[in-house]
């Protein structure tokens, strides 16, 4: 059983309740074309996996082995050419754009400044598929916008401009923004770049912390080895299009397969809480701590 089975887990009358799947990735497979009736350029190929209620999913692979595209099926901006991907039991694809927004928060990897704004204003954007056609913020808007502030530690960014923050910074009042629409599904496509190692980490652990807590469902996009293998309570392992094999950090991190993948000299051992480290053969990098994680020469 997962951490997050564990944390959800609940004794009721001798039973054992275990939270439920929200997204259902069932052979779901998507090709890129440079233009029409064209020979696709890239192909994800069938790809199964399910993500519950408080956990932590990452989708881990190497660059160009489908990890985004993966992401952008399951918050329904394209359809699957084959298969399902449901949240809840709903096509995410078949959604309209206001109800997908109100259930699906997606991070982007660079979310764009189209004018100044200050960093409540920004947060409270994520109030829009709330509102109505001619919308202005209620009270309750602006208690939701600061309260998700608060939960990502950032109330002392509300009045401060966004395009004068940090890489951290900016990336906790990106996530409050996320939060202030209040899904049940966060999606992140690799939320750790141009981070430092000690904001990769407080930013990880803060998803974790939400996702128990809130009993969101928190799907992200990765590269590295390190932060997945430490946070992840599953993870979906993608080369070149196909998805190699989905389970707990444990189960996927065998030291051949990776070593495949990434094409680098690893070693795997796994920690005293049951959970892998990753090491470059001949130098060590700590999953945690001042060093970089994952695979690093």
């Known amino acids: 059983m997962s951490a997050t089975e564990l944390s959800g887990a609940r004794e009721a009358g001798g039973e054992v309740w275990h939270p439920a799947v929200r997204v259902n990735v069932e052979q779901a497979s998507f090709a890129h074309n440079a233009r029409r009736h064209a020979a696709p350029q890239f192909t994800l190929e069938a790809t199964t996996f399910r993500a519950h209620e408080r956990e932590v999913v990452a989708i881990l692979g190497p660059n160009a082995s489908g990890k985004s595209t993966l992401l952008r099926l399951v918050a329904g901006s394209v359809k699957p050419q084959s298969g399902r991907v449901e949240l809840?039991?709903?096509?995410?694809?078949?959604?309209d754009a206001r109800t997908r927004a109100q259930r699906i928060a997606l991070v982007q990897q660079e979310s764009a400044l189209v004018f100044p704004v200050r960093a409540g204003d920004y947060v409270l954007q994520g109030r829009h598929p709330h509102g109505r056609s001619l919308w202005f913020e209620s009270d309750e808007d602006f208690?939701?916008?600061?309260?998700?502030?608060?939960?990502?530690?950032?109330?002392?960014l509300h009045d401060r401009w966004v395009h004068e923050l940090?890489?951290?910074?900016?990336?906790?009042?990106?996530?409050?923004r996320a939060l202030a629409q209040q899904p049940l599904l966060?999606?992140?496509?690799?939320?750790?770049?141009?981070?430092?190692i000690g904001?990769?980490?407080?930013?990880?652990?803060?998803?974790?912390?939400?996702?128990?807590?809130?009993?969101?469902?928190?799907?992200?996009?990765?590269?590295?080895?390190?932060?997945?293998?430490?946070?992840?309570?599953?993870?979906?392992?993608?080369?070149?299009?196909?998805?190699?094999?989905?389970?707990?950090?444990?189960?996927?991190?065998?030291?051949?397969?990776?070593?495949?993948?990434?094409?680098?000299?690893?070693?795997?051992?796994?920690?005293?809480?049951?959970?892998?480290?990753?090491y470059v053969r001949g130098r060590r990098y700590e999953t945690t701590g001042s060093m970089p994680s994952g695979v690093q020469p």
């Open 143 to 156: 208690a939701i916008a600061t309260n998700a502030l608060a939960q990502v530690g950032a109330e002392e």
């Open 199 to 278: 904001a990769q980490v407080e930013l990880l652990a803060r998803l974790r912390r939400l996702a128990t807590e809130n009993r969101y469902t928190v799907i992200l996009v990765t590269h590295e080895l390190g932060l997945a293998a430490e946070f992840a309570d599953q993870v979906v392992l993608l080369h070149r299009g196909k998805c190699l094999r989905v389970g707990t950090p444990a189960e996927v991190y065998q030291r051949e397969l990776l070593e495949r993948v990434f094409e680098a000299p690893l070693e795997i051992e796994i920690g005293p809480e049951g959970r892998p480290r990753v």
């Open 88 to 95: 809840d039991g709903f096509e995410t694809s078949r959604l």
């Open 166 to 176: 940090s890489g951290g910074e900016k990336q906790r009042v990106v996530l409050a």
């Open 186 to 196: 966060l999606l992140l496509d690799e939320p750790t770049l141009h981070l430092d």
